[in-house]
Structures are given as C-alpha cells and as structure tokens.
C-alpha cells in the first residue's frame, strides 16, 4: 500500500525553532523531568548459544539498565507518574550505552526506558534472545512494586502501559515481540522501529531466525518506523527497513532521514568508538545528536498516540482504532497519565487544534477542559500525527527528513 502526506520543510532554523516553543518548552529538547539511573541483573538460565551458534544451555548475567523520570522537587507541577514502559532494545552487538542519549530524552518526556546487555563477543540466535526480556520485565516489576521494591522506581513503572523500540536487529527483536502480543503476562500496546534489519545472507530465516517482516505482515499490525537514507552493509537492500515498511498496516508511520547511515542513531560514549562504528558499518553525514531528538520526537508522538487510542487495554488491529470508541473522558485522561508533556503541547498546540478541528467527530477522543497529569489537556492521535506532520512541514528540509503515514 502508498504511504500518504510526504511532507517536506521551507522554514529556516531560527523560524522554526520559535515557532515551536511555548512557555518555554521545546520538543526538539529534553522534557519537563530530569531522569536517574537504575541498573540491576538477572540470571538467565536460556541458552546463550557460542560463536557455533550452537546451544550449551549455559547459565549467563544479564546486566539491566533503567532509566527513570524524576520531578525535581516535590513542588513541580510534573507528576511523579506511574510513566509507561518502553523497551529499547540494542543493536547487533551494540550496548546500551550507546542509545543512552535517546532513553534520557525518552525519560525526560515521561518514560520509563528498560534496556539490557546480552553477552558481548557471543552470537546469539534470535530465538534464544527473545526469553531474555521476560526476564528483564519480571525484574522491573519486581523493583518498581511491592515489599522488594527499589526507592527510585517505587510505583514509577506502568507495565500496563508497555510499548517496544530497537535499533537494527533490535528493531526485529521488537517487531518478533509485537507481533506475539504479550511478554511474561503483559501486553505489548505498540512498537517503534529504527531502521530495523530481517533476515541478511549471514542469518538467513530459519527457526533460529524467523522474519519479523513475515510476521508483521500476518499480525497486520501498525507500527512507527525511523529508517536511514543511507544504505550500506549493515542495512542492505532486501533486509533492511523497505521490508517493515512493506509489512506496515494502514495508519503506521515512516520516518526517513534521509543524511543518516545505520550508526547515525547511535552515540555511544566515546568519539573513538562512534568512528569505528560508521567506518565498519557505515555512517552519515547527519548529526548524531539531530538523528537522537528528531527519532524521540517521532517516537513520542507515536506512542502518545498509540497509548491514548487504547485506555481500555484493547489491542490494536490492523484498521485504525476510532479513538470515540476507546472510552469515558477520564478513561482517556487515565491512558494519558505519566506520558510527560504531548508532543502537540510542546509548541505545537495550534497546529493540532486546527487539525482537530478539522477532523470528523468520529475520529477523535472527547476531552474535558481540565489539564491531565503533566498540567496539558488530552489530545487526541489525530492531533498528535498532525502535530508533528506540521514540524516536518517547516523544518523538514533542514533536517533532511521526509515523513510519511500509511494509507
């Protein structure tokens, strides 16, 4: 199927920049709450496989890394959540330091960011992964509630609210995880794609690696997708992002930046090890930081969306959700909770306003005037969407990004 509303930019830096700024907050920034650190480890008893590829069922340490929302002090109008969960998960190889960046800023908008180290040096099969995040969500609902419960994330993470995005294989381990719908008892309400990579010549589809580009296509789910624009060994044709894309049902959004390469969506903490990764697996010439707030924009604006369509913990289907049909005002307002500012109050309010008003009744979430939980009244995902449709229109060519929805 076409994906519709291409939209490219005319506005200079300095225009667009005021132009989305409002009391002083700026979605292309971090968001109204500072974040902290946990880290914590499991055991996992699956097979990790060897560099054979062969399973040995040996026991291994799964380092886990959660990054937090936190108000500032207890007088700030932010609320202390709960925050929904979001997944992100690494890159062949990669570690989670890497994608560091983008789980602050994720956090800083009203996040909980969940992310975990497997083995490094070892070659492990797809299907061997997946169990691991089961793991490492059973641990966070462990340390977030009950007697166990660490201090820094006591009643922080919403695990009824848990969405996936990853990074290259990643981005498949997420796609393989959507498309099952649930992981350790929890649904998985969305997913965010960065320029994801199937099946290659080195890892062709088999039981220890099955397409997630196969099984999107028979979820028939929707999804959002950041894709590079620049096309190398690591994300070559006929694996990379055109096969999710293709695999997309109507609604999902695509993201193309059009002057990254496949590393371009990393910034791992050393400048020695960012040049490595783009001489071996291919760089761009866009900015690592513009690829980091230009990926979580998008990602916040899909998963608002996502999230505020299904209040009731309905799955959602291949056909767009009318989000009338999803609730009561406060039922919404209830999805809406710990999401941190909406994408479209950032600067954007205007925009989404027209646009929603514009829009059939049918397809929009009724709200009351009173704010909801981040002091901003509840936007529907029209509104969201058209939001940052409406920042690709005046910064987009700067940017060197193309946006598109599919019809």
């Known amino acids: 199927m076409p994906f519709l509303w291409p939209l490219r930019g005319r506005a200079s830096a300095a225009a667009s920049r005021t132009q989305f700024m409002m009391n002083e907050v700026d979605i292309m920034r971090d968001g109204p709450y500072v974040w902290s650190k946990v880290t914590g480890q499991v055991t996992s008893v699956r097979s990790a496989g060897n560099h054979l590829q062969q399973d040995d069922s040996r026991p291994l340490k799964l380092p886990l890394f959660v990054t937090v929302p936190m108000v500032s002090s207890p007088t700030d109008a932010a609320p202390p959540g709960p925050f929904p969960v979001c997944v992100l998960l690494n890159g062949f190889q990669a570690r989670a330091s890497y994608y560091a960046p983008l789980a602050r800023r994720l956090a800083s908008w009203g996040y909980v960011v969940l992310q975990y180290n497997a083995p490094a040096l070892t070659i492990i ?44 294989r990643g981005g498949k381990l997420a796609a393989l995880h959507f498309c099952s719908g649930s992981v350790a008892g929890l649904p998985i309400r969305s997913a965010f794609l960065i320029d994801p990579v199937d099946n290659t010549a080195y890892t062709p589809e088999s039981a220890a690696y099955p397409s997630a580009s196969k099984a999107l296509r028979a979820a028939g789910r929707r999804f959002g997708i950041a894709a590079a624009g620049l096309i190398g060994s690591a994300n070559p044709e006929g694996s990379n992002w055109r096969l999710f894309e293709a695999a997309a049902a109507p609604g999902s959004w695509r993201l193309l930046l059009q002057r990254a390469g496949h590393t371009t969506f990393m910034k791992p903490p050393t400048g020695v090890e960012a040049c490595l990764l783009d001489r071996i697996f ?126």
């Open 125 to 168: 099969p797809d299907a061997a992964e997946m169990p691991y995040l089961g793991e490492a969500l059973r641990w966070l609902q462990a340390a977030s509630s009950g007697e166990a419960a660490q201090p820094t994330l006591q009643g922080r993470a919403d695990l009824n609210r848990l969405v996936v995005a990853g990074h290259s």
């Open 282 to 407: 291919g760089g761009g010439p866009l900015s690592r930081d513009t690829a980091v707030s230009v990926t979580a924009a998008a990602m916040l604006g899909w998963f608002g969306q996502e999230l505020a369509q299904q209040p009731s913990g309905k799955h959602q289907g291949g056909s767009r959700t009318a989000a009338a049909s999803a609730g009561s005002t406060s039922s919404v307002q209830a999805a809406a909770h710990g999401l941190g500012m909406p994408l479209a109050a950032a600067g954007l309010r205007e925009a989404a306003a027209a646009t929603a008003a514009s829009t059939p009744e049918a397809d929009l979430v009724q709200h009351s005037t009173e704010p909801a939980a981040g002091g901003v009244g509840t936007l529907s995902g029209p509104a969201l969407a058209a939001a940052f449709q409406h920042w690709v229109t005046a910064a987009g060519d700067e940017a060197g990004v193309e946006f598109m929805v599919k019809s």
